[in-house]
């Protein structure tokens, strides 16, 4: 049995489509990544995941219970990181933790050593008495994580848990969400930072306009993208035309940059240096240059012919 | 569902507690507001009007007793303060000019005069047009003021009156009772007289009885003196006759005896003769003697009493006094002369028509305008914390996204309300009580008799805003618009409900609305409980309104925030 598993999810406001016929399962110990660009439908396909939405149409099973018939005791079982920090600003962090301990059900002591636990793993027992509204946005995204943890939940869905936080608090959140998983919990990670889903995720849903584009794991998805590795140099003297005649499978992507560098697209990075000393040979001098692998961002422009947009879209 | 609410009922006490400032704000911006409408209208009541008296500049150009008494009473009034100008122009020239001096009073000169006279007089009050409500307070008072001059300087003349009437009526009692003694002293002496008059007549008759009496007695002694020697001559020349006449007396008894001897010798003789008794001739009659009263009579002394007529008595000459006769005084009927004048009632002047308070319940006539402000301005707080306190609770919440988690959490909705309600109904029922406190401790407010009662119409009015809060966060749904409609919403449902001003200053249709709104019931409960010093049971209707409007707005609010929030 999945530990979550979601079929045909359908979700309007109006006339405008939300979701259409999203499907997910997630097994037990695997994070699922939902990446998209925001609007893309993630929240709202988390919203409905968290019972706090009710779908058009479709079905959702968590842990085996239908939110119709078992809400209650469905909610028990999950954990819910919202994309807001929703987090009382005045309450200490261990006063939140502990509220929404007990609103899951522990008892007063329980719910005390549960958040001692969950502050020390989330790294921020040093602060357990600090009210929210003080502490960084890092911690806060930690707490935020660490809040839908804190009654150790089976199933754990967390929408972008990570926006605007510093690297160490990303790499703290990250660390957190694959301890949960190693100790038993689905997981369904919604961000539209690729990197995260590459470095977390076993599998991961392309999402736009509220439409799965794509499914699979990342070396999959990257592949289904399709795209090849990419060079951008950088010029002190930009060498003679025609500089790159004869190099196999090597062209400049056709678009104008302002600040007089070029991409090239490669058929392996072994043409790196090949490049390079062609460059000088024309006379050209090179003051700076990045190699790109094919990634999870280029297979999404691949698929969905745009890149991430931060705005737009169907999703809520 | 119901842990959950208890867990959020404490959540939000917690939420309360790391709000300090309100925390504090919950009790002391009610109190500000309060000191501030008590202490800046307290005056109008008559509440503490010391700390604000107004500033009345008076020219007295009177100068006589009575403006001497109204300055007098004036500054007695703690509403006022009162400052001595100098001229009607100085004193205009403060009204208006300067913060609390909304009229001047000018004594005019004759004031005092034409009172004693009797006549009317007037003050004149320069006023300040912008300050009606002030001029209307403080004319209240010199009306008042007036009316008490007025009413002591009749009493005092009415004294006056009453005395001079006291004193006539005992001079003219003292009269009635002189001319009553003179009158007796005048019959007195003309009957003294009469009788003195009648007595001195008597005495001269005595006298000239006794002289009279006297003079016959004389009279008659001299007779029987004469009539004595008489006698005695008469005896000295009778006595050998009489001696003769014994002798006489004496043969003629002897010859008496004989007489009966010889009847009796005859008388036995003819028994002795037997039956020539009747052969016997009769004896020759012997002549009767006299007999011996006759014959003693001629024994008799001759006793020459002087004769008792002989001698007239003399005749008393008719001697009157010849007293001069005794006028009759003419002194009037002073009974019927002051009878009527002291049965008739003393005049005195007309009373003064005024009037006086009494409370129509068990409370005081006048109250503490605390009374009205503490419970009022309380009511209002309470329903700005409250609505606030429900709307800006839920939209924060909303806003936070910890509604979302709440409920993702296995809290469900109605659970999440019920505990906010429940944890604003409780603080403001407790701010309630602290009010109430606070304004026992600093503005003396009656708490009437039975101060536990107080916390009924809080509660119901806690109740009916905490739901009314649900409803203004269904229509205001952000922070922005919560502000300004919640703000306008509960100060005018404490407006109409009377929270600021007795209902009755509002027209018909605002009062008709009031029945409508949940303060205007809770204001009734409080000013019967607190100013009315009613029992408790008169609160009943008016907690069940109350409560059935907080029941409506609870219903309403849960359903439209499901919806909007849920």
Partial sequence: MKALEATGLRKSYGDRVALEGVSLSVDRGEIVGLLGPNGAGKTTTLSILATLLEPDSGSVRVAGLSP??????????????????????????????????????????????????????????????????????????????????????????????TVGVDPQSREQILATVRSAAESGAAIVYSTHYMEEIERICGRALLIDYGRVVAQGTVAELITLGGRQPRMEIAFQEAPMAGWSAGIDGVSEVPHARSDGKIDLELASLTQVSEILE?????????????VHSPSLSDAFIALTGHALREDGGGGR | MLRAAWLIFLNEFRLLTKDRVGLAMLILAPVVIIAVAGFSLGNIYGVRPAVNAYDLPIVDQDHGSAARAIIAALSRNPAVHLESAQSVAGARALVGRRSRVPLAIVIPAGVTAALKAGRPAKLVLYVDPIKRIEVAAIELRLSRMCAEITARAQDNARTRISAANAELRVRLERLAALATTA??????????????????????????????????????????????????????????????????????????????????????????????????????????????????????????????????????????????????????????????????????????????????????????????YVPGFGVTFLLIGMMMGISLGLIDERDWGTLARLRAAGAPFAGTLLGKLMARFVIGLMQMALLFAVGRWMFAISLGSEPLMLLIPSAAIAFAAAAFGLIIACIARTHDSVMPFGAVVSMAMSAIGGCWWPIDFEPGWMRAFAQWLPTTWTMQSFNDLMIRNLPGSAIVWPTLATVGLGIVYLIVGIVAASWIYD
């Fill in chain 1, 68 to 161: 119709q018939n078992d809400r209650e005791a469905l909610r028990r079982k999950l954990g819910y990181v919202p994309q807001a920090i929703a987090l009382y600003p005045t309450l200490s962090a261990l006063q939140n933790l502990e509220l929404f301990a007990r609103i899951h059900g522990a008892g007063k002591r329980q719910a005390a050593a549960a958040s001692a636990h969950t502050l020390e793993a989330v790294g921020l027992a040093p602060r357990a008495h600090d009210s929210v509204s003080i502490l960084s946005g890092g911690m806060r995204r930690r707490l935020n994580l660490a809040c839908a943890m804190v009654h150790q939940p089976e199933i754990l869905l967390l929408d972008e848990p």
């Fill in chain 1, 278 to 290: 062609r460059i000088r040979g024309a006379g050209g001098r090179v003051i700076e240059f990045n």
């Fill in chain 2, 183 to 372: 009158r007796s002293d005048a019959e007195h002496f003309r009957h003294a007289s009469l009788s003195r008059r009648d007595a001195a007549q008597r005495e001269l008759d005595a006298r000239l009885r006794s002289a009279m009496a006297a003079l016959a007695a004389q009279t008659r002694a001299a007779a029987e003196r004469s009539a004595a020697a008489a006698n005695s001559e008469l005896e000295r020349e009778l006595a050998p006759r009489r001696d003769a006449m014994n002798a006489v007396r004496a043969y003629l008894a002897a010859l008496q005896a004989s007489e009966r001897d010889f009847k009796r010798w005859l008388a036995n003789l003819r028994a002795a003769a037997g039956s020539h008794s009747a052969d016997i001739p009769p004896p020759p009659a012997f002549p009767r003697p006299p007999t011996p009263a006759q014959l003693a009579v001629l024994s008799k002394p001759i006793e020459i009493s002087p004769p008792a007529t002989a001698l007239p008595e003399p005749a008393l000459p008719n001697l009157s006094l010849a007293s001069v006769p005794i006028p009759s005084l003419a002194i009037p009927d002073f009974d019927a002369e002051f009878k009527p004048l002291l049965a008739a009632p003393a005049p005195t002047l007309p009373g003064a028509l005024g009037w006086t308070e009494l409370p129509a319940g068990r409370g005081p006539a006048q109250a503490n305008a605390f009374d009205q």
